[in-house]
């Protein structure tokens, strides 16, 4: 009986262990970039960035920790969380220099900037960013297409950056400062000729060379003004300046 009793007993705990599995063994981190990918691909892209993270800890191997830091790096710009997005591209083209993908990231870097330029009067640290960035494009890779679409955008954020110096040059001049008011606004001319409010650069010079004591300069400025933009909503103000100084 104790022979057949052993067999029976041996029999059920074969049973019980084949029902209940082997233990899970732990996921790799291929499986996490692998997992990581599905959610990107379905949109779940909080899911993914737990994934992904979790394959860049387990640092297998270099080919899968660097597709996952690309990849978190795109999961973030997916899901609009810019400053996140910039952040990621940034190391990855500091430790990858060279990565066949490289274009790609500055084009994607550069966006991330673009898309957190904030109201011109406010911080233009994002704006100067993108500049830098999408000029960094164009130099290193001028005949890829994304290369191709930098100066449009470039020309925004110029021509965004120089309302910026417009509009603190126009506070200078409403809180009295107005020397400071002539540098800034001087320095738009210098620095952003092709900024399409120079006449506005223009009239409000005028007027701080008017508020500063120097008359002569503000007649030179407001009509030269006059001769180069005569189609100008600020042509009859700086007409009205002038037959007020002359």
Sequence with gaps: M???F???LLSCFFLAACLG???PQPKSAEDYYLQGKTQFDD??????????EKAREIYESAEINTKAELLLADTHFAAEDYPEAASAYETFLKQHPGHPETARVLSRLGMSYFNQVLAIDRDQTATRNSIVTFESLQRLYPDDWRAKEAPEI?????????????YVGRFYLKTGEHRSAINRLIAIYEDFPDFSGLDQVAFYLGQAYLDNGHPALAVKTLEKMLQDYPGSEYYAQAEKLLREEL
Excluded: F, W
């Design 2 to 4: 104790k022979p057949a």
């Design 6 to 8: 052993l067999c029976v």
């Design 21 to 23: 599995g082997a233990p």
């Design 43 to 52: 949109g779940n892209y909080m899911e993914a960035v737990t994934s992904l």
């Design 154 to 166: 470039i020309r925004y954020c110029r021509d965004h950056l120089a309302q910026h110096e417009l």
